[in-house]
C-alpha cells in the first residue's frame, strides 16, 4: 500500500544525504497565517524549494492536492508536459473562502516516487 | 450526450435575457498576450465575470481543466464548500512552462448545468 | 480549444481510410437497454473494438468519464502503464443506480489525439 | 494533514462498537490471488460488506483510488448521485495488464469523514 513520505519521518542525516531528492518532492503549502472569515483567501502549493522536478513523459508530478484537516479542497492533475517537458517548480494558487480556522496540508504524487506530504499550515480564521 | 455551453453558440438576445446564467458558467482564460520561451508563464482561470457561482453541497462547479489545443494540461476537481458554501468566484493560477505558440482554452463543469468552454485565448512564444 | 471527434461527424471514407486510427480512440457505453428503478446497474465503458490502444509512457489513455446527458457520472483516471505499457483495451466497469431513463455516452482522452465521444446509449428505467 | 484511517490501526472493541461506520467506508479490493504475465486482469475495488454507504449531496464517496505499491494505476472521481442519491455499495472493476507480482491497495475518500484504505492484496504474476 501506499506509504506516505512525510518531512517528519524522516532523519536528520537522510535528509542531508539526498537533500535535493526529499527537496524536489516535498509540496509546501505557503499562505499567510491569518484570514479574515468569508473573504477570499490565497494559497499557493508548491514542489520543492531550491531543486525542481523533471517534467518527463516518464517521470512528472501527476498530482497535487489541497486538504483542509480530512476535507479535500481542490485536487490537480498534470499531464506530462507542463512544465514544458523539463525540470520546474509545479506551483498553484488557490482562492478559498474561509469560514473557520484551517489546518492545511498538501499531497503531492510523482510517477515514480509515490506520494509526498506537506507539513501542516496552521491558518486563523478572525471576524 | 453532453452539450458543451460555448459563448459564441449563443444568440446576443439570449445572453442579454440570461445574463447572469452565462456570467456565472463561463470560464474566462487570463494570461498575458505574449511569453518567453521555455520560461513560467501564469494563466489564471477564473469563472464569471460579475456574478459569482453558487457552492453549495447540490450546486457547485466540480472541475476546471486548462488546454493548449488537444492537450489537457492541468485539471481541478472541487469539493464543494472550497468557496465556504456560498456564492463566491472559482479562481485558479497555474504556472505552465511553454516552448510553442500555444491557444489555450478552459472548461468547467457545473454540477447542475453542464459543461462551459471559453473563449480561445492566443499565446505567442518568442524568444 | 478542444475538437470532440465523435462517430457521427466523420465521413464514410474517412472511417474506412483510417478504420484502426478511429477504432482504437472511441468508447463505446455498454449495458442493457433496460433497467429496474433503484437497482443497481452494470455500465461497462470500453475502448477500441478490433484495435487496442496503446499505453506507454507518451501516449496513452489518460481519462475516461461517463455521463449521464450533462450530469457527469464517474470519471477515471489513469497513469500510463495500467495495461503494462503495453496495447490494450481501456476498459472499466461502473455499477450505478439509476432513477429515471437515461441517455449515457462515454468520453476518452487520449494523451496525443484529443478527446473522444460514444454514442449515446438509450436506457430505460421501469418499476 | 489527513489521517488515513486502515483496519490494522483500529482496536477490535473500537471496531465492534462502531462496526457500521467502519464497514461503510472501508475499501476491499477483490480479485484472484494469481494473475497470468501480461494478460487482463480483473481487480474489483467495492465499499463496504455489510452496510451501504450514503449518497446524498452532502455525504458521498468522492474517490477511490487503485494503487500497486507507490503506484496510482487508477482513480475514479464520483459525483454525488452515482447510485440514485440513495445508500448502495459503490464499486468498480478495473482491467490491468500485469507484469510483476502486486501489492495491490485500494483508497476512498468520503466527503465527510476522510480517508481510508483497504488491506493490501497480494497477486502473483507467473508465466
Redesign the interface.
Known sequence: ????FKSVDISKEEKELRKDYFDRHSPNVICKDRAKR?E?FKVKVKLGDEYPHP?E??HFI?YVQL?N??????????????????A????????????NSM?L?A?A?C?N???W??D?KEVQVTD
Chains 1, 2, 3, 4 share one sequence.
Not at 479535500?72 to 498534470?78: C, Q, S
Not at 520546474?88 to 469560514?99: A, T
Open positions: 500500500m501506499p506509504r506516505i468569508g477570499k517534467d513523459t516518464g501527476e486538504w484537516r480530512e476535507t479535500l479542497l481542490a485536487d490537480v492533475r498534470y499531464g506530462a508536459g507542463t512544465l514544458g517537458n523539463k520546474g517548480h509545479i506551483e498553484v494558487d488557490f482562492y478559498i473562502v474561509p469560514q489546518n496540508s499531497m504524487l510517477s516516487h509515490g506520494l506530504q506537506s501542516p
